[in-house]
């Protein structure tokens, strides 16, 4: 397992380019199951859980191969139609095969993802929707085992606007006979840039980024041939770090289009933003003021910026309120902030934080992707060093995060633990 060591303090300059997104690339990755041929996607950012997704569509009897952010998917000759445990339970994403499976082939056995640091992440309603559209469902032993002759369309209601239940959803349908109304459905541009590649490959979509989107099934799609859309969440991690050490950052590849919550936030918080035409450039003050925030579904706040902006608020001048209400325990980072200093009190789903005016390095623990981020966020604008242990879990979201950081002028070092 690796670390990073980190020396905090420094003012950063300089540009950085952003990755394709990995929520995005997952359900992408997986709709190549419902054509038969070669696909080809490119800006797949290099990250372990593209690895992993491959690994899984590998182990179905597809080709796969990853080269300097391409991936090359073949799928003529795939035989098997189980995703086991060994390999779901290290990325939950893996559920988005379930959908692809039943359209393609009739059948499909899913291992349960499990839960994880920051919630249960039940599956109900990918299912709810699978059984309306005339999948035969059983559970047994920790595996969801599906079996549909032809899906049929239908009007599916989500109760919560679940992300990669949107996107199994929206696979299943491509390929179903007639009509599929999705309702309240997930409105993230990482769901619009599925849509889109669904699109490509000959599926009839429309509404997607709306909470209505409709799909008429198709008999088949072609292959696909498609690139990933940058990665939001990264992009506005950048735009925190910038914000926390007081630097002026070009950020390129980046759509803030994508990011309106949070760029109204971080500009309440002092950032000041500058576009252009292949990027934007943003520049943090010497102390952020407050801003409460409140996590929703896109459009709102992005959840998976809730704990990078609670780092910022860590040492900003005055108190703010910070509500996560899409994961019921996303506050792991609240614990490791306070070790470096940070005035934190939890409640619920509701924290207090009052700015500090400096955080310390500490040795710290990462516990999940964001929270790792959140971590670093703090550690580049905190006195003295911290190293941040289990970096893997940085790792599963960001492509080489501490190069990018030191060609920014950030004292950050990779060590093996
Ligand atoms: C996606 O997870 C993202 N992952 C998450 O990103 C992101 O945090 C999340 O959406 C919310 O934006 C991928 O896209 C691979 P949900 P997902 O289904 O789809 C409840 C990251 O950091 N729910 O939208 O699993 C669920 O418990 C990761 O990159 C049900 O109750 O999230 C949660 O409270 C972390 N039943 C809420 O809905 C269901 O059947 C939103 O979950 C499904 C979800």
């Known amino acids: 397992m690796d670390k990073l060591i980190i020396r905090g303090g420094k003012r950063l300059k300089g540009e950085v380019y952003i990755g394709g997104a990995k929520n995005a690339a997952l359900p992408i990755m997986a709709a190549s199951i419902l054509a038969s041929g070669l696909h080809s996607i490119s800006k797949v950012p290099d990250l372990k859980d593209v690895l992993t997704m491959g690994q899984l569509l590998a182990n179905f009897g597809a080709g796969f191969h990853y080269e300097d952010r391409n991936v090359f998917i073949s799928t003529e000759r795939m035989s098997k139609i189980e995703a086991p445990y060994e390999l779901v339970r290290t990325m939950r994403a893996s559920i988005l095969v379930l959908g692809p499976l039943l359209a393609r082939f009739g059948r499909a056995k899913v291992s349960l993802p499990g839960g994880c640091a920051i919630g249960a992440r039940p599956i109900n309603l990918h299912l709810t929707g699978l059984t309306k559209m005339g999948t035969d469902i059983k559970l047994d032993s920790g595996y969801v ?27 299943a349908a491509s390929l179903a006979k007639g009509r599929t109304l999705l309702e309240n459905a997930a409105r993230e541009p990482e769901v619009v840039d599925l849509a889109n590649a669904l699109i490509s490959m000959g599926a009839k979509i429309k509404g997607a980024g709306e909470s209505l989107i409709e799909i008429e099934g198709v008999d088949d799609l072609k292959p696909l041939e498609y690139s990933i ?3 939001r969440i990264e992009a506005g991690t950048f735009m925190t770090i910038a914000a926390i050490t007081g630097s002026e950052i070009i950020i390129k590849d980046c759509r803030p289009e994508n990011l309106e919550a949070l760029i109204l936030k971080l500009k309440e918080a002092g950032l000041s933003f500058e576009s252009f035409s292949d990027g934007i450039c943003v520049a943090g003050l010497s102390r952020p003021r407050v801003a409460d925030i409140k996590t929703m579904p896109y459009p709102g706040f992005p959840t998976d910026m809730q704990a990078q902006f609670m780092a910022l608020m860590c040492v900003a001048d005055g108190t703010s309120i910070i509500r996560e209400t899409i994961f019921e325990n996303r506050f ?86």
């Open 145 to 171: 085992i599906a079996k549909a002759k032809r899906l049929k369309g239908a009007s599916i209601y989500l109760d919560i606007p679940t992300v990669t239940g949107t996107e199994n959803l929206m696979m």
């Open 229 to 231: 859309i940058p990665d």
């Open 332 to 417: 792991m980072h609240v614990a490791e902030l306070k070790r470096m200093g940070a005035d934190i009190s939890v409640d619920g789903g509701i924290a207090t934080v009052k700015g500090v005016s400096k955080l310390k390095g500490a040795p710290l623990m990462a516990t999940d992707l964001r929270a790792s981020a959140s971590l670093v966020v703090a550690a580049l604008a905190a006195k003295g060093e911290t190293t941040v242990h289990r970096i893997y879990h940085l790792d599963r979201g960001y492509e080489k995060m501490e190069e990018k950081l030191v060609k920014l002028g950030a004292d950050v070092r990779r060590v093996k633990e």
